[in-house]
Structure formats: structure tokens, C-alpha cells
């Protein structure tokens, strides 16, 4: 190759020379963008998973190591958060400054990068519901990811919001987006004898975009193990999805896609953490070799992932790794969603970085002007801060403004709040007040626990805390039917017993029998002593913003054990990334400036949790801490994540 200098030309200056006539074409053997020959050399870059303010500085490093696209997936439950209730960067909910995708791929053309859009309705990507709002469950009989009318309705609803934004920034109009895809992975809903795919849902989908002025190249993508179950042969074009033996995938979708251009959607970069695994590593050899060999073949690529990011707040999603639906198998994502890509969680360069960049630099016939390598982001290990105030579960209890009495327990997805489209996200509280209650007293949750509880009497913890691995097989976790506590040895007249529950994540990948994951308790019964409970007092736990920021009461710690809020201020002068280390808690979450940073458990791998400088702010700084279980005393800082590794070849394999 020789030398790219300022006169080379830049990506759109090369392609779209002469004025835009036509956008990616796949008729032939070979991509062409407006008559131009193009290998497409794509990056995923979430952007609901970067703060806006790097939006720039991650695509840059993206075109800085010679990708001509950026790829992202679109989540639906951020933004539809209520049903008819839209924030695509104004909407006003806790995630507006994530959302403005609008943006995000305006400056990706400033970058002079190109777009693939995979819209979902579903996008899995290890997010929560697999970004499907789970405001949806309250519909009776609704079928997830199928023609059924009821589905077909809101998203049809929610795509008359969405595809207007995305069709303005088409390349044929002037935008960045070469490609979008229907649907995702539709093919591993297949179950013989069980489910197929449903041809005629990808075709509404299809038509949707179609109908909203959608014109540029549609795509789908599936391992090439499925043939076309999950795709529409002759309508749009299918993509493989792989860790290695490119060879193989590449042979198969020409096998059954003859003359048409090859591309992975997704090469595996990494993979992600469930919590109380070691944390995955690729070895960087092995990424090189297969990127290698796909580039070779030759095919388009898509790095799955670029930069990970963060699933901050509650949206990580979950897995279940049996065949059941009984929630036994659940395994919950991590907050940390590194994946060990060529840039790392908080923007750094990895040695895949540099081999990405070899490597293209190596294969692509076509000379454009590439940025200087952005320097990185700079860190800082802020004081370690005292713990200054607490409030307790009872007194958050208080503080919550919404509840319900009833006889019946209810999954949180039910509650009648956030205009009757139920609770979302965080915790669900059950109260029961309990009079005569006798020495050594057996509290049983019938059923399984979607996903945790912690068990306290009149505000002191009677579970037991989740420190080893081991402890998920006890009391209090999904892996437990009919569980059974002992409530002490004290006897009293009257108590006070609250049930705190957690969802740690719906399910975001598998049958779609498992997407019908309702939390908190409500697949069979309480009882005490073998006495069925009633009369219970419930409360949504939801950490939003507002409600946060209107905490008052706070007081000097006077318990260190049990459900509680942990205060400390901090003063910044110059806010910059860092991390926060949590191996002195236990579990719960962390809160920043009112917003939800996410999660935190000792059982790891995450050990740490990435702070980004833009959700800090020059001069004082609230951090909560929600603890589960046991506090410590005070709030540590440190430059680099901590994890848990082992090393793996590739995903799932």
C-alpha cells in the first residue's frame, strides 16, 4: 500500500464523488456502494452503552484503526419506557442522555464512517428483555417475537416513531446508514416440533420498514448452521454470526445465497460475564487468525464487539442455560459489558486494537483518509470517602409513595403504577405484619424467586448473605424451590417482615417460551409455620431519578448489617474517569448524581465499576450505595477494573 496522505480522499469524499445515485447494493458476488466496489469493515458501538460526551472519541477510534462502518443496535424499552411514551433525547426519562440516536449517527458521518442499523423490535445484545419493554407482559396471551396481532401492534406503533428518525439519515438521502437489519437471530427460535420461525412476522417487519421510506439494503443474521429458517431467501440478505471457522460459516451462506456477497454480522470479539463465572477473555491470538482468515476469503466483517460498554443502570440482561422454563438455569449478566474487544469498557486501546489495525491496513484495496489515533481518556484515583449517612429499608419504605394492599401476591410487572404499565426495573418490597410469632419460626416462598430475596424482621437481616458462589444454592435464589427460612430464635408478639426482591435482569436470548419473565414473587404462595400469608403491603423499589434526588432524612450509620442506603458527598474540581472498588461491599447497586450506575457483588467477576468523567460534575457529588447485606465504611476509588479470568477460545464453544 502506499502512503495515505491529506490528498487521499476521505471515505464519502471516494464514495459518493459525482453525487449519490444508488446505495449498497448485494446483487453480485461483491458489495457495491453508489456503483463502487466496498468490503464492509464495521464495528458494534452501542451507543445507549457509551455516555454521549465519548460518543466522538469511540467513533473516531473506531475509523482511526481503517473500519469504514460503525453498527448499533436500537433498544425499544429505552426508548418507549411507558407504552406511547417516547425519549429519543428529549423525552425527559433517567436514560435521556443516552438516547439521542439521531445524533450519535450524525457524528458518525462526521467521522466519515457509514452506518448498519439492526433496529430490533428485539435486539438480544445481552440487555434487558433483550430490549423488549416489559411493559408488553402485562398483555394477555401477547406472543413474543411472531405475526400475533397484539405484538405486531406496538411495535408497529413504536417503529412509526423510530424509522422516521432512521429514514432521514439513509446514505441514498445523505445520511450514514448503508444497511438495516430485520429482526435478529430469528433463527434460534426454532424448536422442532415445537416452534418455527414465523415467515410471515419478518415479512410485516419487512414491510414496516418499507412503508416508513426505508430503501437502503435489509439484512439478517443467524449462524449459517441454520440455513434460511430464519431469514427471507431472494428478499433480503443473510449474515453469519461466529467465533471462528469462517470457512465454514462463509461456505454455507454461499451454499444456500449463491452470487452474493459474504459478510459476518457479528465476529465475536470477546464474550460477556454472567455473574459468579470468572470473568472471559479471548485469547488475542486466536482473534487474529479468524479475523485473518475472514478477511482473506474474502468477506465483509462486523466486530461484535468494538467497544463493549457499560449496561448501566438496571439493564443487564440474563440467560437461561437449561432447557426449563422454571427460571432454575437463570444466569444474570454483569454490569460490566467489556467483552474483551479491541477497546476496552472505558475507551482504552487493546492489542486487538492494533491488530485490527494491521490487519485492514493489510487487505483493504481502498485508500481513504484516516484520522490520527485519539489519544486516551485520562483517569484519576479520587480519596477514598467516609460513608456520611444512612437511611434503612424501613425508612426507605417510607419514602415511597406508591403502594398496594392485597391479598394476592403480584409480580412487579402488574403494580398499577407509571400510568398503569406496571414496574419496570429495581426491587419489589412485599410487607407482612406478623403477630405471635413463636421461636424458631419457618418462613417458606413456594415456587422459585424471580430472581433474589432478603428476608428482614421490624428492619434486621434474617437471611443469609450472598459471599461465596455456593450461597446462590441456598435460601433466597432462583436455583431453590420451595425454600425455607428460620426466622431465629426470638419470639414476638408482633413483627414486621419484608421481603425484598430483586430483578437482576430478564432474559434477553433463548426459546420464546422463556421471554415470559415476570419478577418478584408470584408463582405460588408465602406461608409461615405452614400458614398461608395474607394481607401484604407492596412497594416498588424503582430508584428513579426523581424520587432519589427527593431523599431527605439522612442519618449518622448506626447498623452496618441489612438493606440499607449509604451516603457520602464528594468534592471534584477537574471530573475524570475512574473506577469505584467495591470489593468491600457485599451486593447491591451504586447510585451517581441520581442515576443508577449499576451493580455490584462480591461473588464477582466484576469487582470494580466503571465511573465515566461526564456523569460527574465539577464540584460537590452525591454516591449511594444500596446495600443488600453488610457495608462497608466508606467509598474507594481505583484506575483500572478489577475481575475475576479465566480464558476462553471462543464463545459458548
Not at 66 to 91: A, I, K, M, R
Not at 261 to 274: L, N, Q, R, S, V
Not at 322 to 330: A, C, E, K, P, R
Amino acid at each position: 500500500m502506499s502512503l495515505i496522505t491529506s490528498e487521499t480522499p476521505t471515505l464519502y469524499e471516494h464514495y459518493t464523488a459525482g453525487g449519490i445515485h444508488t446505495g449498497l447494493n448485494a446483487d453480485k458476488p461483491y458489495f457495491t456502494l453508489n456503483d463502487k466496489n466496498i468490503s464492509i469493515y464495521s464495528g458494534a458501538v452501542h451507543y445507549f452503552r457509551v455516555p454521549k460526551q465519548y460518543w466522538r472519541d469511540r467513533l473516531r477510534k473506531l475509523r482511526a484503526a481503517g473500519l469504514n462502518t460503525v453498527e448499533t443496535y436500537v433498544p425499544w424499552n429505552l426508548h418507549e419506557p411507558q407504552p406511547d411514551s417516547f425519549d429519543f433525547g428529549q423525552g425527559g426519562s433517567d436514560w435521556e442522555d443516552f438516547l439521542d440516536v439521531r445524533e450519535f449517527l450524525s457524528i458518525a458521518k462526521e467521522e466519515d464512517l457509514f452506518a448498519i442499523v439492526r433496529p430490533g423490535p428485539y435486539i438480544c445484545s445481552e440487555w434487558e428483555f433483550g430490549g423488549l419493554p416489559s411493559w408488553l407482559l402485562r398483555e394477555p396471551g401477547i406472543k413474543f417475537r411472531t405475526s400475533d396481532a397484539v405484538f405486531m401492534k406496538y411495535v408497529s406503533r413504536y417503529f412509526s416513531v423510530l424509522l422516521p428518525i432512521l429514514a432521514m439519515l439513509q446514505f441514498t438521502k445523505g445520511g450514514p446508514i448503508i444497511a438495516f437489519q430485520v429482526e435478529n437471530e430469528y433463527a434460534s427460535t426454532y424448536q422442532p416440533g415445537i416452534f418455527t420461525p414465523d415467515k410471515k412476522y419478518l415479512k410485516q417487519l419487512r414491510q414496516i420498514l418499507i412503508d416508513h421510506g426505508i430503501v437502503e439494503l435489509l439484512m439478517t443474521s443467524d449462524a449459517a448452521g441454520y440455513g434460511t429458517i430464519g431469514s427471507l431467501p431472494g428478499l433480503v440478505l443473510q449474515t453469519a454470526n461466529f467465533a471462528s471457522n469462517p470457512e465454514q460459516e462463509f461456505d454455507q451462506l454461499k451454499a444456500f445465497q449463491p452470487n452474493r456477497p459474504i459478510m459476518a454480522m457479528e465476529y465475536w470479539t470477546g464474550w460477556f460475564d454472567h455473574w459468579s463465572e470468572n470473568h472471559h477473555l479471548r485469547n488475542d491470538s486466536d482473534f487474529r487468525n479468524n479475523l485473518e482468515r475472514i478477511l482473506r476469503y474474502p468477506a465483509s466483517v462486523n466486530m461484535y464487539m468494538f467497544i463493549g460498554g457499560t449496561s448501566f443502570g438496571f439493564m443487564n440482561g440474563a440467560n437461561l442455560n437449561t432447557g426449563l422454563d422454571d427460571n432454575s438455569g437463570y444466569e444474570p449478566d454483569t454490569t460490566s459489558y467489556d467483552y474483551d474487544p479491541p477497546l476496552a469498557e472505558n475507551g482504552d486501546y487493546t492489542i486487538k486494537y492494533v491488530m485490527v489495525k494491521e490487519l485492514l491496513k493489510k487487505y483493504n484495496p481502498i485508500e481513504t483518509r484516516l484520522p490520527q489515533t485519539p489519544h486516551l481518556v485520562p483517569r484519576v484515583v479520587y480519596k477514598s470517602q467516609t460513608i456520611q449517612g444512612q437511611l434503612t429499608l424501613d425508612e426507605i419504605i417510607y419514602r415511597i409513595p406508591d403502594r398496594l394492599y392485597t391479598n394476592h401476591l403480584r409480580p412487579m410487572e402488574y403494580l398499577p403504577i407509571n400510568n398503569m404499565s406496571g414496574q419496570s426495573y429495581g426491587y419489589i418490597i412485599y410487607r407482612h405484619r406478623l403477630f405471635d410469632l413463636p421461636r424458631s419460626s419457618k418462613l417458606t416462598i413456594g415456587g422459585r424467586i424471580h430472581d433474589t430475596v432478603v428476608v428482614t424482621l421490624n428492619d434486621h437481616l434474617i437471611s443469609r448473605p450472598l459471599d461465596v458462589v455456593s450461597d446462590l444454592d441456598g435460601f433466597g435464589f432462583w436455583r431453590t424451590v420451595d425454600s425455607t427460612l428460620d426466622l431465629g430464635s426470638a419470639a414476638y408478639t408482633y413483627a414486621v417482615m419484608d421481603l425484598m426482591v430483586e430483578n437482576w435482569g430478564r432474559v434477553g436470548y433463548g426459546k420464546l417460551s422463556q421471554f415470559y419473565q415476570f419478577k418478584g414473587l408470584w408463582s405460588t404462595d408465602v406461608y409461615v409455620n405452614r400458614e398461608k400469608l395474607q394481607d401484604w403491603e407492596i412497594f416498588p423499589l424503582e430508584f428513579k431519578k426523581s424520587w432519589t434526588k427527593s431523599l431527605t432524612g439522612w442519618h449518622i450509620p448506626f447498623k452496618s448489617t441489612g438493606p440499607a442506603l449509604y451516603k457520602t458527598d464528594i468534592f471534584i474540581d477537574d471530573p475524570r474517569d475512574t473506577y469505584l472498588d467495591m470489593r468491600n461491599w457485599c451486593k447491591g447497586i451504586v447510585i451517581v448524581n441520581n442515576f443508577v450506575l449499576g451493580r455490584y457483588s462480591r461473588i464477582g467477576p466484576q469487582q470494580t465499576l466503571y465511573l465515566p468523567g461526564p456523569l460527574l460534575r465539577k464540584g460537590w457529588n452525591e454516591i449511594l450505595v444500596f446495600e443488600h447485606y453488610r457495608a462497608a465504611d466508606s467509598i474507594s476509588f481505583i484506575d483500572s477494573p478489577m475481575f475475576k479470568t479465566r480464558t476462553i477460545r471462543e464463545k459458548g464453544l
